[in-house]
């Protein structure tokens, strides 16, 4: 991961939902993302009761778990990934998730199978800093934590000092998947972060939907995370390689 | 001081504040601000003046003597069912109202299980002059209509939540995601113990209310302010944490938390979150929840929609793991036979959640002179419906 932000800017962060639209499509839209030039890959860990996210993440979410997903069986997709595909995944997820797995295994199984880092919004910087932070360093792990437009300033340094891989630049007030266009205030706030000169690359993400909303973003930023769009143009797809090409195509287009 | 909150929210390991940075700084606002204001003259003066001539406070400790005949004890009534709107909700809505519009905040937004904290919260917002906004799921929205029409009639908006089971725990997702969305001018005034740091101690606060009245009613009436035992029933738990706030550190005073069995604890319908749930993290809090072994929270089942919640607030799992709280259920059927006795001993129609403390009384060993407190959380008229359908039948 640390190489691919030395060398590339304008990176192409996209997320999923594992086992969205179908259990068994995870794999192939990751290659396929993959053989499209995304840069890196987010794979969404389904919650029932995902707080950060907005109603599409949460929707694909609940029929990953309709369809009968489990963190194991999401290991045993990357696991099948990994053969063949070798850019950086992170997982997104939620605390408790983590939790009930169990911290230790859950981060020494994503290891295993070849996960670079880790995206969970809900994990407190402390709680991070006494029972997770040695055991990622060990694995050689990322943990990413996000920044909002009412994150201070010195909190953000606070927050770079405890991330690893990249920082998550929330674009605005809002939940996953809220669009509109990038707004004046909002580039002033990618202006304020990028003046901070901090140690990690940034990534923006939350309402970065085409490739108008994804080059702006990356002008202030080393790249930005497509989610949501990506996710609604899987919802009634019936070829997820050719949705997920296209969709590819339209952003680096 | 061993179960209170420590500064960081923590009730021993539960509580916390597990919440995405979109919502840092508007919890920090609140827990920056919240002591110095509640703690406050012009607060304390304006609260307790609501609280008496607005709210009918101090609610009546009344003496149940056929209800203490029939269990032979002497029991007593807190009657929290006599608040304006009908439950004790509304002592906390009152307090957190004050709050909000001194942190100067212009919308109120609110989630809502069978409509009481939405109608409490509705009644606060039209006496304010303030914009209120319910998230309330659909399917409760279908089977709560008196109070649906209760919370517009006042003029707030009731929002169904539409996303996951579409009751309780999604409209708090709701509510949650509207204040990320919204976090200068909205204050999100949550309905019970539960939720990130500050809003567990908080709320207890403000329902310590009961407690503290309690205390001085037993010691006009028996001469001694600690009862033997006291009982209250548990969703979130806020009417049980104010029952039991000024007696937490009495350790001779036993602290019964009645949950919903629901159809039974090992039926799968159940609310009994201690009982069925595990320790994870739910609504921002590190207490114990209802999930499936992926950390899937569940949903759960009771008669009562104000007990229809998949965890209990942090000081309720704390004072479960510690053995300071006793915690007993009641399902479905053992809670509307209670209703229908009290109904008959006492001429009081409980609420169906408080229902579910009385029903304990059957289920503890009492001695005829034993004191026994048991906290009427509120009245049973938005369940007359259920009542009917039920008893009848
Ligand atoms: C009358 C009454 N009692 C009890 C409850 C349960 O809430 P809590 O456990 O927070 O007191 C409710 C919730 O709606 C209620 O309306």
Redesign the pocket.
Known sequence: MKQLFNTKKNILNIYLTAGYPKLEDTVKIVKTLASNGVDMIEIGMPFSDPLADGPTIQNSSTVAINNGITIRKIFEQIAQIRQTVKIPIVMMGYYNQVLQYGANAFFERAKVVGVNGFIIPDLPLQIFQEKHQKQLEQLDLTMTFLITPQTSDARIKQIDALSTGFLYVVSSFATTGSKSALKQEQIKYFERIKALDLKNATLIGFGISNKATFDTACAYANGAIIGSAFIKALENTNDVKETTARFVKGIRA | MKYQANKDGFYGEFGGAFIPEMLYHNVAELKENYLTIINSESFQTEFKDLLKNYVGRPTPLYHAKRLSEKYNATIYLKREDLNHTG???INNTIGQILLAKRMGKKRIIAET??G??GVATATVCALMDLECLVYMGEIDIARQAPNVARMKMLGAEVRPALSGSRTLKDATNEAIRDWISNPVDTYYLI???VGPHPYPDMVARFQAIISKEMKQQLKAQTGNEYPDKIIA????????AGAFYHYLDAENVALIAVEADGLGVDTGETAATTQVGSEGIIHGSKTLLMQNNEGQITEPYSIS???DYPGVGPLHAHLFKSGRGTFLGATDNEALAAAQELTRLEGIIP?L??AHALAALKKITLQANETVVVNL??RGDKDMETYMHKLNS
């Open positions: 439950a004790h909700k299980g069978a009481q904290h309905g019970s113990v029933c548990v969703g979130g738990g806020s009417n049980a929609a104000g007990l609420a959640e408080s959380s509120g």
